[in-house]
């Protein structure tokens, strides 16, 4: 008996590689993401202690340049971990598509299927970029939103372990001029180990970070005075923290940097132009990604 050439094709027969492929996408898409979000988590890591590809980008500037950019080498530092990870992913996707079951495509391209483009695969960096500097804003707005009245303490009642109920802090104590360091990023700042009067060469628990210009150029090495600033995320940077961590000033546990003459108000207002443009970066990078998917693939 002759078989009919015309016979129907098995349930979903050409769809079904097509439908899995599509599949396979979305799980590659919301694995990139979490992909990121990790390396960025990481670069944040090697930001506020300043280890890994972080600390080299940094001592590289200091080397070539006598001074760094936190901000430059926290993006470097980011795209040195992102783009390797992006070349890896790639190689692998091109080596399962060339080796696995059904490489190049037989079943498709049999049934007439169309092998989807490249580029449906591509992440879509423009929202990335804008969520990055949108989060960073929101963070600095945050951080000016809570810090609190400005409040009076004692320097001696931190260095007996109190901690301060706000952020704001006016402090007076003595700053150790003379074994103040310099430190080259934007510009010169300067960080001072503020002590007590009855300091006895423990660890230091409070530095002031200052402009240049506000350092005495004559002072007495015991002169109190009264600095009034925000507690600095992070504390220290890193090759400043290293520098007092080799001297006698250590930093204690839980030690407190004070940027000396900021505010909240300060903070808040430089924080919306971070979130303006990464509002509008996400909006326009949602927008033509969602407008390109739209197109049929020809």
Known sequence: MEQSSNAPLPPGGAEAPKEAEVAKQKQMSALGWVGMGLLVLLTFYFAFTYSGPFQWLAELQLKLMNSYSEKVTFLLTMFALIIPVMGIAKLVQMAVKRLGPGAG??????????????????????????????????????????????????????????????????????????????????????????????????????????DDDDVPRASAQLEMKRFKGVKAMGGLPGPVRVGFEKSAFKPAAGYLMIESNEEPARIMGFAKWPMIVGGAMVAAGLVWWGVKRMIPAR
């Not at 009642?157 to 007076?172: F, H, M, Q, R, V």
Request: charged residues 15%; positive net charge; contains cysteine.
């Open 105 to 210: 495509g037989t079943v498709a391209s049999a049934a007439g299927a169309t092998e989807p483009k490249p580029g449906n695969l591509h992440f879509p960096v423009l929202p990335f970029i804008g969520l990055i500097a949108l989060g960073f804003g929101a963070f600095m707005y945050w951080r000016g939103a809570t810090a609190g009245p400005l409040t009076a303490v004692s320097l001696k009642d931190l260095e007996n372990g109190k901690k301060p109920a706000s952020s704001y802090l006016s402090i007076e104590g003595v700053p150790l001029w003379k074994a103040m360091i310099s430190f080259k990023q934007t510009s010169t700042k300067c960080y001072v180990p503020l002590v007590s009067r009855d300091w006895k060469g423990e660890a230091v628990v409070v530095y002031v970070q200052c």
